[in-house]
């Protein structure tokens, strides 16, 4: 990559020429990286040396920390011309990272129709199609000929975002029906819109969520989907651009949530501050979720002494139902993110687990009886069989578990990685330690072991 080899030839920002060619005949995106990598002091002069289309295109692909950071180095009407000339989503998700102070600064400077464009955006409440969407898009209106169309479209709509879907609408901006670029290029241009667009259109409404849009582009494969308010007239579209961006978002967001990390939006890089606060206040509440599973070993302390095997058994107890659980619990919670299942498919994903789930019980719970007749003392190998049994046992309820709390979380509209992995881990240990030692003090009165 060009990026990476100005980086390893050593060029300093002191050599200005040879910079300013580089770095302007490298992709957006990739001069983003660089100018990101640069220590802060140099980034803004860096950036200053890319023209004026450039300049705008890197922007967008900046982190939030250094676009806010650029604002404050660069002249006014520097900034001002690179917010403009923004699409207006993109320029609406920078506003979202900037202080209000910068951001009502910057909205006063835009031209009455961009400004107007980003706080229509800016309404709309985060995570939803409203908030993804961008304005510029192709109008066009019944009753024209293919012909006018497309001399509509080369007049007026070179700078959209997007031209591969043209949306017909009535008088009041209702959405009518849609045509595709392709067939306006094959068609005569005599036709009309009418005979050639369908009206069979895929859409949303503004407070749609994001994760649904991006289900329903990737069902119909689609490049770009139209959004509509409650009234039917159309308002934006979200392209495919944007669709990856919420999947990579959402998946991000569910596996930190998932590991119980803050929102689910911490980055590899963030400050070490950022890291703790993200991080111990899940600790500290999964510590003390954790008080239930350790008050069900509490009362078996005697038991615990006159058998000291069962210290080297439990652990296994609770790594391995905890695994299983979260191996369910993954699944079931991908398929609901992705749209695969919904809680009416609870029953079908349950028998599924289970029966899976019985032939890894049975494995689990043989390794579990070898294991213990290693370990065991040859007086206490009658420990092995009981620890083989709660072994299946635990897998069980841990398929059980890890298909049915998410399924419950997502139907009370809560967000099913939020606390199911801690929830699941606390429970598993919390009944298999229950059942373990139950059993193994039952036995020793039985039989009359206690010392």
């Known amino acids: 990559m060009l990026a990476e080899d100005i980086r390893n030839s050593g060029i300093d920002v002191a050599d200005l020429n040879q910079l300013k060619c580089d770095l302007n005949r490298l992709q957006p995106v990739d001069v983003g990286d660089y100018i990101t990598q640069l220590p802060t002091q140099q980034r803004a002069i860096a950036f200053r040396l890319l023209n004026k289309n450039q300049a705008t295109d890197v922007f967008e692909y900046l982190p939030p920390e250094v676009q806010e950071e650029l604002i404050n180095s660069l002249h006014d009407l520097q900034v001002v011309q690179i917010v403009e000339t923004m699409s207006p989503d993109d320029r609406a998700e920078l506003f979202d990272e900037l202080p209000a102070k910068v951001v009502k600064r910057l909205l006063q400077e835009l031209s009455p129709e961009q400004r107007q464009a980003t706080a229509t955006i800016l309404g709309y409440p985060e995570g939803t199609a409203g908030r993804v969407m961008t304005t510029e898009y192709v109008r066009l209106r019944q009753g024209l000929t293919v012909g006018a169309a497309l001399s509509k479209m080369r007049l007026q709509d070179r700078d959209k975002e997007s031209i591969y879907y043209a949306y017909v609408t009535d008088d009041n901006r209702k959405l009518v029906s849609v045509v595709s670029l392709r067939q306006l290029l094959f068609t005569f241009p005599d036709v009309l819109i009418g005979d050639i667009a369908s009206d069979r259109v895929v859409k949303v409404r503004t407070e749609t969520p994001q994760e649904e849009v991006a289900h329903l582009m990737q069902r119909y494969d689609l490049i770009a989907l139209p959004v509509?308010?409650?009234?039917?007239?159309?308002?934006?579209?979200?392209?495919?651009?944007?669709?990856?961006?919420?999947?990579?978002?959402?998946?991000?967001?569910?596996?930190?949530?998932?590991?119980?990390?803050?929102?689910?939006?911490?980055?590899?890089?963030?400050?070490?501050?950022?890291?703790?606060?993200?991080?111990?206040?899940?600790?500290?509440?999964?510590?003390?979720?954790?008080?239930?599973?350790?008050?069900?070993?509490?009362?078996?302390?005697?038991?615990?002494?006159?058998?000291?095997?069962?210290?080297?058994?439990?652990?296994?107890?609770?790594?391995?139902?905890?695994?299983?659980?979260?191996?369910?619990?993954?699944?079931?919670?991908?398929?609901?993110?992705?749209?695969?299942?919904?809680?009416?498919?609870?029953?079908?994903?349950?028998?599924?687990?289970?029966?899976?789930?019985m032939g890894t019980a049975l494995t689990l719970g043989l390794t579990m009886i070898c294991l213990s007749l290693i370990w065991a003392p040859p007086q206490e190998r009658w420990v092995s069989l009981v620890a083989g049994c709660v072994m299946a046992t635990n897998t069980l309820v841990a398929v059980t578990l890890g298909t049915l709390l998410p399924m419950g979380l997502k139907r009370l509209k809560l967000d099913p990685a939020l606390m199911s992995g801690p929830l699941v881990t606390t429970m598993l240990d919390a009944i298999g330690f229950m059942i373990f030692l139950t059993l193994i003090s039952t036995a020793l009165h039985i039989f009359q072991l206690k010392s």
């Open 228 to 357: 509509v308010d409650r009234e039917e007239r159309l308002v934006g579209i979200i392209t495919i651009d944007d669709v990856v961006d919420i999947l990579q978002e959402e998946a991000t967001e569910d596996i930190q949530k998932l590991a119980g990390v803050g929102d689910g939006d911490e980055a590899a890089l963030s400050p070490p501050l950022v890291t703790i606060k993200k991080r111990l206040p899940w600790l500290l509440g999964i510590m003390f979720l954790y008080i239930g599973a350790s008050s069900a070993i509490a009362p078996f302390q005697s038991t615990i002494a006159m058998v000291p095997v069962l210290a080297v058994i439990m652990p296994l107890f609770s790594n391995t139902g905890g695994t299983v659980g979260i191996q369910a619990l993954t699944v079931t919670i991908r398929g609901l993110g992705v749209g695969e299942v919904t809680p009416k498919d609870t029953l079908k994903i349950l028998r599924k687990e289970l029966m899976a789930g």
